[in-house]
């Protein structure tokens, strides 16, 4: 049996770093050669959570080809938002909590897709159902990935699965979840450590919507003042992204973690479109989202339904 890689999205998130270990190490137990890698580099929350729990962060790569023929994929689907060179390999396994966009294969695959708040949770359920036990450490980073995914059970694509996982690791990993998980979001959140071009990209994902190259990055904060205050270098970094990548329309949310009030960025075209998804009226390229806290469920689905109506 050849080895495999298991990684997760470009511009990893928590989830998305952690997904693959956990889901490496339960594929190890089941007799698979594989090993977790990341497409980019962690970011500050994900050092924070590897660093708290002593865990060395899996190495980075671009392709995937050069080493193997076949990987695993956890927290995407979507060929834009994989390894470069997805193509000239072979999926073999899919774990995943987003919509199916784009993706095909030439031969039968496993495929997992639920409509939870974290990968995580999901790979949670896999360990008791194939009745192999979570060592505690690897608990204590599933239980960072799901309180990052739904902001600390916050966000409305948690679900009870989600909040039964978070109770079952945190006993595993002897932690009280609600005042880690406060500490852990706002370590994620020092934004003064980063350039401008980092924060339009550190958690950006792209879509194509009715043929159009759409970006949409996340910002995570305890002070919108922090991000807004940037307001003019952030809409230079996110135009000059768009000119090199050829993205027709970028957003940029901004998210106060622990209110749950954001504030929408927006550059290129059609701006209409995001006006009609969100209901609002952009005031120099800028609108406030109150409860808008997920990029899955609260705004790819109306941005679509808007380009398609």
Do not use: W
């Not at 390894?83 to 774990?95: E, G, L, Y």
């Not at 966009?101 to 639920?114: I, K, M």
């Not at 005031?283 to 679509?304: E, F, T």
């Amino acid at each position: 049996m050849s080895k495999e890689l298991v990684f997760g999205h470009k511009s990893p998130d928590t989830d998305a770093i952690v997904a693959a270990m956990a889901y490496a190490y339960l594929q190890t137990k089941l007799g698979h050669d594989v090993e977790a890698v990341a497409l980019g580099e962690p970011n500050m929350e994900t050092n924070f959570v590897l660093s708290h729990f002593g865990v060395a962060a899996p190495r980075v790569v671009k392709t995937v080809s050069n080493e193997v023929d076949s990987v695993m994929l956890v927290d995407h689907n979507e060929p834009q938002q994989s390894a470069d060179d997805i193509d000239k390999v072979t999926v073999t396994h899919v774990v995943d909590h987003h919509r199916i966009n784009g993706f095909n294969t030439a031969a039968p695959l496993y495929y997992r897709a639920e409509p939870v708040g974290c990968v995580s949770t999901i790979i949670t359920n896999m360990f008791a159902e194939n009745k192999i036990d979570i060592p505690a450490q690897l608990a204590g980073l599933m239980l960072s990935a799901i309180i990052s995914d739904t902001l600390l059970l916050k966000s409305p694509t948690t679900t009870d699965k989600d909040r039964e996982a978070v109770k079952a690791l945190a006993e595993i990993a002897d932690i009280d979840y609600e005042s880690y998980g406060i500490e852990m979001l706002k370590a994620g959140t020092n934004l003064s450590a980063k350039t401008d071009a980092e924060l339009v990209s550190a958690d950006a994902k792209s879509f194509t919507m009715a043929g159009k190259n759409v970006r949409i990055d996340q910002i995570n904060t305890v002070d919108l003042n922090d991000v807004i205050s940037r307001e003019d270098g952030i809409k230079k970094a996110m135009n000059d992204e768009a000119a090199a990548q050829g993205y027709d329309l970028f957003l940029v949310l901004a998210t106060n973690v622990l209110d749950s009030n954001s504030e929408l960025f927006v550059v290129g075209e059609p701006k209409d479109i995001v006006e009609k998804a969100f209901n609002t009226t952009l005031k120099n390229d800028r609108a406030n989202l109150p409860g808008v806290v997920s990029r899955k469920k609260q705004v790819v689905p109306p941005l679509q339904d808007a380009f398609e109506a």
